[in-house]
């Protein structure tokens, strides 16, 4: 993988990162546990596939020899 292909890898999985913790903070509202159950769970499942995703992609990162941490908001 070249420096352009890690930095494209760097940026899309800090964004995918990103997007994961926004919606870890919305679903730690108090307007999350209002939502109908379907739209609860289907936010569910993005958060488990967006997780394994970013966990991919950080793995993709570090075989390339780049670390990454995903940062939740409390670790910020």
Known sequence: MNAEQRA???IETQETADRLNKLNAFM???AFP???REDK???YSQQRVMSE???ILGK???RAG???KHAKPSDQ
């Open 8 to 10: 494209r890898l760097l």
């Open 28 to 30: 730690a509202t108090d």
């Open 34 to 36: 209002k939502l109908p």
């Open 41 to 43: 769970d289907l936010l």
């Open 53 to 55: 995703y970013v966990q």
């Open 60 to 62: 993709r990162l570090e």
């Open 66 to 68: 780049q670390q990454f």
